[in-house]
């Protein structure tokens, strides 16, 4: 079965600091990777994806991610954290070919503080 | 472009009472999905539709729930006779059809708060 893990359920960075959220992924055929971030009362919100092309995907709010075949991972990067950027953050790979569901992780806390 | 909207924000029930929910995505999206989240989770996927038609369901969604999206437009989600593990966060999104499935981009609304006592 396909699935996602997140292995840290908190990130704690200093502002300014370069920020790295986790994420491994497990698919039989091509994956489809995707970043959303989910702040308080607010839904998700879309980042980045990584469907085909270049390993390195850049996205929303000057987050980036590097999808590593061997290593089966796609994690999210930046390189100078803001406090706004405090939030949950979910990685999610689609199920399988031919549907449209996504399996997401359990979540990233990211606490980035001043 | 109002996003995704989503009613009421937070329902709180007795067990064995029935609670609907109501979906209301962008209008030019002709994809629509609804989520279930709880607490220290990321969210499961329950069903989506495509226009009017319901093209997949989860084992999860047991015979209790059912999600209609009558005009191809606003979507409900009916509970019936619901249990305490009903209470999550119910989230709906909305996406356009690109032609490769699973590659869409979702816009999700803030969700449906269900408390169970």
């Known amino acids: 079965a396909q699935s996602v893990a997140q292995p840290e359920d908190q990130v704690n960075v200093a502002e300014g600091n370069p920020l790295t959220v986790k994420c491994t992924y497990s698919v039989s055929g091509n994956p489809y990777l995707f970043w959303y971030v989910q702040y308080p009362n607010r839904g998700l919100q879309f980042l980045l994806k990584?469907?085909?092309?270049?390993?390195l995907v850049k996205g929303s709010y000057g987050f980036e991610a590097e999808f590593n075949k061997s290593q089966t991972s796609f994690h999210l990067k930046k390189p100078s954290a803001l406090v706004s950027d405090s939030a949950l953050y979910f990685c999610a790979v689609r199920d399988m070919e031919d549907t449209d569901k996504l399996i997401f992780g359990t979540g990233t806390r990211l606490q980035v503080f001043p | 472009d109002t996003g995704v909207s989503q009613d009421p924000r937070h329902k709180i029930t007795k067990r064995g009472q029935n609670v609907t929910f109501r979906c209301d995505p962008i209008?030019?999206?002709?994809?629509l999905y609804w989520y279930r989240q709880t607490l220290g989770q990321g969210p499961e996927f329950l069903t989506y539709?495509?226009?009017?038609?319901?093209?997949?369901k989860s084992r999860l969604l047991s015979d209790r729930f059912s999600a209609e999206r009558p005009k191809g437009s606003f979507s409900t989600l009916e509970i019936q006779r619901t249990e305490q593990g009903d209470s999550a966060m119910y989230l709906c999104?909305?996406?356009?059809?690109?032609?490769?499935?699973?590659?869409?981009?979702?816009?999700f609304g803030a969700g449906s708060r269900l408390t169970v006592l």
């Open positions: 539709f495509q226009n009017e038609a319901q093209l997949e």
């Open positions: 999104a909305s996406s356009t059809w690109t032609g490769v499935a699973g590659a869409n981009v979702l816009t």
């Open positions: 990584y469907i085909t092309g270049d390993n």
């Open positions: 209008s030019e999206h002709n994809r």
